[in-house]
């Protein structure tokens, strides 16, 4: 099956600053790579995806970029802001979702 | 619009009980699928249902099962518990299969069993 691996799984920068969050998938018939923001006690919410034919999507401070050849996607969040802290999770799909593990992103005002 | 509401939002059960979670999705999705999310492991993929029928299933024992009704409504089982089922169960609505479109997550059920 599908194996999504996603680092780091904590990231802290300093308000203003971009974070990167990087995830590899294993299958390549894996056509769909949503992510996720989940805010502490929260439920887990779509902030943006990519289709396997596009190769980047950008979305005010938020841009995925997708590496079909290599099997790696990224989450791009610039000039970051107290309430980006979250846990990110990344996801790939074909006939079911694999997410990674998360990453606990903190922005230090 | 209502968004996805899970039922009961809290519950403790012993080992060795049988629990059901309810799942109510969005008015119109007609795809729900179930995740067990636990701190270092995620989010794991119990099953979807699409029209009262299971699409996918995950790599979980058949003590986990579930269903969905006409009204796209669906409930999960798990028989026999064990410690290691203490869990937040969500669960996700979407139009169409869940896989290839954005899905609705619920709040959860955290589940504890002592």
């Known amino acids: 099956g599908e194996n999504v691996e996603q680092h780091p799984s904590t990231l802290s920068v300093q308000e203003g600053d971009s974070a990167v969050i990087k995830c590899t998938y294993s299958?390549?018939?894996?056509?769909?790579f949503p992510w996720y923001k989940q805010e502490l006690g929260k439920r887990p919410q779509l902030i943006i995806d990519i289709r396997s034919n596009v190769g980047e999507k950008k979305d005010q401070r938020i841009a995925v970029t997708l590496n079909k050849t290599a099997k790696h996607f990224s989450l791009h969040i610039t000039e970051t802001q107290p309430e980006d802290s979250a846990v990110y999770f990344c996801?790939?799909?074909?006939?079911?979702?694999?997410f990674g593990t998360g990453t606990s992103l903190t922005v230090i005002p | 619009k209502a968004g996805v509401t899970q039922t009961p939002r809290y519950l403790i059960k012993t080992r060795g009980q049988q629990v059901t979670l309810s799942c109510s999705p969005i008015s119109g999705h007609r795809s729900v699928s179930w995740y067990q999310q636990t701190p270092g492991q995620g989010l794991q993929f119990l099953f979807e249902?699409?029209?009262?029928?299971?699409?996918n299933k995950g790599n979980f024992p058949g003590r986990f099962s579930g269903r969905q009704f006409s009204n796209s409504r669906s409930e999960m089982n798990v028989s026999t518990l064990e410690l290691g089922d203490s869990a937040l169960y969500l669960c996700a609505s979407s139009t169409e299969q869940t896989t290839v479109s954005e899905a609705f997550f619920g709040q959860g059920t955290r589940l504890t069993v002592v």
């Open positions: 299958d390549s018939a894996s056509n769909y």
């Open positions: 996801a790939a799909s074909f006939n079911q979702f694999y």
């Open positions: 249902y699409f029209s009262e029928t299971q699409r």
